[in-house]
């Protein structure tokens, strides 16, 4: 698979030393068995599931399935963890020192080619997708390493103060851990959106249990491995292997103080009820992009490029990834569509730029595209077939990349809406097209989709772009001729808004913000003044008494 070879590389002796699954080796006949981390400990498990081959159905990953009574050792672990955390501004404070140190050698071994190519392997083996694809998720987790080594972990924590109201009175604000913390990560990004939540968690003094998607626990238990190479405490992290319904169980045998997820908003709406709240939520997001009316005087080869990318890279699977394409009719008059269907039709399984759908069936691609075809006007731009000549299992879905043109006015239909604006989490978009006079539609269409993830306005007209970019809350938007949907860098915020609740991820402000709270402590250290006596129990204070 391009420049990742197909045979085993050299191991280094870093990989050697932590690493017990080979990607490169694993299949029905060397199927590997991975352990539950607890308290330290890694440990088997009464009963295992297996996990399949995506690309063809084997069985080749044995996974712990954790009972109700294996699930009380991860109780008892978190139970011990006080509010205060493994370390805050106050206590254990060599423990940011020693993060920024795990990172730095954490950081140092994903530039070793070996160990780089390692995790773009086996983030392969577990959700096919193209070297590119793959090895930028690594990259950016290498970047995200790099940019928290040093003393970058302490100044997370930095704190504030204000001058008191008196001398001796310090106003100091804290960065504050909650404890002992979850992290519910998905599928489609098994290293990066995992791995990111979970180092910020620590950063900010936190003991954290990691939940992964079932079916792709094994790059994090990798992880996990390499950072306690790279001298991450043993007991900091828990790692669970386990269904769903059963790690809900966890809620009711011990507190959880905060729990990060990413996936989908039903099932993020169900934890929000079962923590009473507690959550930090990056879910679904029917994503947009609006092609202003400017451009069609823009490099149209690029916008489909672009466009593509948006909808078919990861196969469509990417919170971010483009759902909703406006398209002015100044575009809609040139040949953008057959662009954008000649570049999708560049995507086969071979280089994986288009690989099965771990989330979606066949059947509901079908009825999706069933429901815009009895539209007046709805039609197939391109795609809306499977995908053929493939051994991928049937409980995972294999469609082509595809485009559904909706007319505008079925938008406008309140029983009809819901469903158009519902993420099809594959290869799937929906277009449609509007003229100047039709914006306001446009507008009153966005400020009804629930969800704010990502959006694009791909307009360098000033006066346009500032109108849609007022009126709309997506908390990540890209603006301008080269406006994208996707691609969640290190480098910038990436998280929705419009809900209390959103998670960011990657940045210093995301992680105060997800991983730590407020905490104020007012020193107050200098005596009385001289001559002081007690007042009268009614009497104000000499502040208050200058106020008036």
Not at 266 to 273: C, R
């Amino acid at each position: 698979m391009g420049f990742i070879s197909k045979m085993e590389k050299a191991k280094s002796e870093a990989l050697k030393a932590f690493s017990k699954v080979d990607p490169y080796k694993i299949d029905a006949k060397n199927p590997a068995r991975m352990l539950n981390l607890v308290d330290g400990k890694w440990k088997e498990t009464k009963g295992y599931k297996w996990v399949i081959d995506p690309m063809n159905g084997d069985k080749f990953l044995e996974m712990p399935n954790t009972d109700m009574e294996e699930l009380k050792d991860f109780a008892e672990s978190l139970r011990k963890i006080p509010k205060t955390g493994l370390h805050n501004p106050l206590k254990n404070v060599q423990r940011y020192i020693m993060y920024g140190e795990v990172c730095r050698k954490a950081c140092e071994l994903l530039n070793q080619e070996d160990v780089m190519n390692h995790f773009v392997k086996l983030v392969q083996r577990f959700v096919p997708k193209s070297d590119a694809q793959a090895f930028g998720e690594v990259k950016i987790v290498r970047a995200f390493l790099a940019n928290f080594s040093g003393d970058n972990v302490r100044f997370l924590a930095e704190s504030t103060r204000t001058p008191g109201d008196h001398d001796g009175q310090h106003p100091t604000g804290y960065r504050w851990p909650l404890g002992a913390v979850a992290v519910v990560s998905p599928f489609n990004f098994p290293l990066e959106i995992p791995s990111m939540q979970m180092m910020g968690a620590l950063f900010m003094g936190n003991k954290v249990i990691v939940k992964p998607n079932s079916k792709t626990t094994v790059i994090m238990d990798e992880f996990i491995r390499m950072l306690h190479y790279c001298g991450m405490p043993l007991t900091d992290v828990d790692l669970i292997h386990c269904a769903g319904d059963t790690f809900e169980k966890l809620y009711g045998l011990v507190p959880i103080r905060m729990t990060q997820f990413t996936g989908s908003t039903d099932i993020a709406e169900k934890l929000a009820v079962l923590t009473h709240g507690r959550v930090r939520l990056e879910d679904a997001g029917f994503d947009w992009k609006i092609l202003g009316p400017d451009a069609h005087t823009m490099n149209l080869d690029y916008l489909a490029w672009q466009c593509d990318q948006d909808a078919y890279a990861l196969s469509g699977q990417k919170c971010s990834a483009q759902s909703f394409l406006m398209v002015h009719k100044n575009v809609a008059k040139t040949d953008f569509y057959e662009k954008m269907k000649a570049q999708a039709a560049k995507r086969n399984l071979a280089d994986l730029s288009i690989g099965p759908v771990l989330s979606v069936k066949n059947a509901e691609f079908e009825a999706h595209r069933d429901m815009i075809l009895k539209l007046d006007g709805g039609k197939v731009l391109f795609g809306g077939k499977p995908l053929t000549g493939h051994k991928i299992p049937s409980c995972y879905g294999a469609w082509e990349p595809s485009a559904y043109l909706v007319p505008l006015k079925h938008f406008l239909d309140p029983v009809l809406f819901p469903k158009l604006i519902t993420e099809v989490f594959g290869p799937a978009q929906v277009v449609t097209e509007y003229d100047d006079s039709e914006l306001d539609i446009i507008l009153d269409i966005l400020e009804r989709i629930p969800l704010h993830l990502t959006a694009a306005v791909v307009s360098n007209d000033a006066v346009f772009r500032h109108k849609l970019l007022s009126l709309t809350v997506n908390g990540t938007t890209y603006a301008g001729y080269k406006a994208r949907t996707t691609g969640a860098p290190q480098n910038h915020w990436f998280g929705p808004c419009g809900d209390i609740r959103a998670a960011g991820i990657g940045t210093p402000e995301s992680i105060r913000l997800v991983w730590s709270v407020h905490r104020e402590i007012i020193y107050d250290d200098q005596p009385e003044a001289k001559g002081w006596t007690v007042p009268k129990p009614t009497q104000k204070s000499h502040f208050i008494q200058l106020l008036h």
